[in-house]
């Protein structure tokens, strides 16, 4: 992927730095809002990365949960939802997908349940939201109820990306329950994935302990 890593040196090393990692997608229907609402969410520290290969946008974040620098990867998708799926390589590895709708056009919220089918092929376990997005354009939906997600228990959000209601809230709390959704996976795949990834820190660990352990008895090599 051609991702110009010279040109974020900052959250490079705050992402070399991290604690955790995860990646978290978005999905909806064409011009739901979706990178606007990560657009206002990341505002000031954002610099968006474009992977033409895959026509995907990736923003990088680094967000603190409780004491932990976590390097958050927001992906973004420039087009492939107006055919109605996403390519499997969207999904993959994703700890948290937030599903957005506009309050503004029924069907947009009618096809959540063919985006949450999709999610669930891919994604059985990861957790999951419902952001109804445009709330600025008519305040009055927010009386409305809106149940599609009640049933699975996902959390709902009324969102505006215009004008901020509720958007960092959001943003906050899907990355936390990223966050603790990679720790404890409840996907047995996921599981061995986190089981690997340990298995890796602590061969880089023992290694370089062992580094500077030749190092403080070999002066020589120094
Ligand atoms: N009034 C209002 N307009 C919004 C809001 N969020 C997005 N829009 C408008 O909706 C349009 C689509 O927003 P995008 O963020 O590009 O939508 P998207 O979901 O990323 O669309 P695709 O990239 O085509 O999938 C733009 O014209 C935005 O200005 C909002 O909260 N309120
Ligand atoms: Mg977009």
């Known amino acids: 992927m051609a991702v110009d890593a010279g040109s974020i040196p900052e959250l490079d090393q705050k992402k070399y730095d991290a604690d955790e990692q995860v990646k978290i997608i978005c999905l909806g229907d064409s011009a739901v809002g979706k990178s606007k609402l990560m657009e206002r969410f990341l505002m000031d520290e954002y610099r968006p990365q474009q992977l033409s290969t895959y026509a995907l946008t990736l923003y990088k ?12 990867d927001f992906w973004d998708t420039a087009g492939q939802e107006r055919f109605q799926n996403m390519h499997p390589s969207y999904y993959h590895k994703a700890h948290a997908c937030i599903m957005v709708f506009d309050v503004q056009r029924k069907l947009t919220y009618k096809n959540l349940v063919n985006w949450y089918k999709e999610l669930r092929e891919y994604r059985p376990e990861i957790p999951c939201c419902v952001v109804a997005n445009k709330i600025d354009a008519d305040m009055k939906v927010t009386q409305r109820s809106f149940n599609f997600g009640k049933k699975q228990g996902l959390p709902f959000y009324f969102v505006s990306a215009a004008d901020g209601t509720n958007v960092v809230k959001m943003f906050r709390d899907m990355i936390k329950r990223a966050v603790e ?9 996921d599981e061995v994935m986190q089981e690997l990834e340990n298995f890796d820190l602590e061969k880089k660990d023992n290694s370089e302990a062992e580094e500077d352990g030749l190092k403080a008895e070999s002066p020589e090599l120094v």
């Open 181 to 189: 959704y990679k720790q404890n996976p409840s996907d047995f795949m």
């Open 61 to 72: 974040h680094a967000a603190t949960v409780g004491n932990k620098t976590i390097a958050v």
